[in-house]
C-alpha cells in the first residue's frame, strides 16, 4: 500500500515538473499558431521527458517497454487533443483552461495505463 502511495507521489511529482515545462511552451506557441499545432509540437516533447522520468524515479524497478510507452503516449496524445478541441470549439472554453483539463484526464489514463502496460514489474 505504502509503496502504491509512494509511486503515485512520484508520478505526480514528474507531471507537475513535465506540466511546468510544457503547458508554459503550449501557451506560448498557441498564441503564434493553432492551438492543435502547439499541441502537436509540445506534446512529444513532453512524452520523451516524460519516459526518461518515469523510467528513472517511479517505475524504476519494472522493466520499461519503450514500444509500448508510447502507445500509451499516443493514446494521451489524442484524448488530450480531442478534449482541447471539444471544450474550445463546443464548450467555448478558452484553449488555456481547456488544455489544463486535458492535461488532468490524461495524466489520470496515463498513469494507469503506464502502471499496467509500460512498466512492468520484473519477475
Known amino acids: 500500500m505504502f509503496q ?6 512520484k508520478y505526480l511529482f514528474n507531471g507537475i515538473i513535465n506540466t511546468s515545462i510544457t503547458y508554459p511552451s503550449f501557451i506560448i506557441l ?7 499545432l502547439a499541441i502537436s509540437i509540445i506534446f512529444p516533447l513532453g512524452a520523451l521527458l516524460s519516459y526518461f522520468m518515469n523510467k528513472k524515479l517511479v517505475f524504476k524497478k519494472e522493466k520499461g517497454n519503450m514500444m509500448i510507452f508510447f502507445i500509451v503516449i ?21 484553449k488555456e483552461i481547456s488544455q489544463a483539463v486535458a492535461i488532468f484526464i490524461a495524466f489520470i489514463g496515463g498513469y494507469l495505463l503506464n502502471k499496467k502496460f509500460s512498466f512492468k514489474k520484473v519477475l
Request: aromatic share 12%; net charge negative; hydrophobic share 45%.
Open 4 to 9: 502504491s502511495i509512494k509511486k503515485i507521489a
Open 30 to 36: 498557441s498564441d503564434i499558431i493553432d492551438y492543435r
Open 74 to 94: 499516443t493514446i494521451m496524445y489524442l484524448t488530450n487533443l480531442s478534449i482541447t478541441w471539444i471544450l474550445v470549439e463546443f464548450g467555448e472554453v478558452s
